[in-house]
């Protein structure tokens, strides 16, 4: 997979996968950050297909390596 070639994730979704990989649910993120339940999933859902992956682990993964998320 070639970095270059992914787009580029935009602060929602990377702030998400972050707080997913600390082992935060979509509801904890939701009532920690008091953003709307329906962004949080669309912020999944482009991260996952920004990064070719088929699950939010595989996208956690994926970032992590690359780096975007620690």
Do not use: W, Y
Request: hydrophobic letters at 45%.
């Amino acid at each position: 997979m070639k970095d270059k070639m992914l787009p580029e994730l935009n602060p929602l979704e990377l702030r998400c996968l972050s707080l997913a990989a600390r082992g935060r649910t979509r509801e904890d993120i939701t009532r920690e950050t008091d953003i709307a339940h329906d962004r949080i999933e669309e912020a999944f859902n482009t991260a996952m297909e920004k990064l070719r992956a088929g699950n939010v682990a595989e996208a956690i993964f994926r970032a992590a390596r690359m780096n975007l998320i620690s």
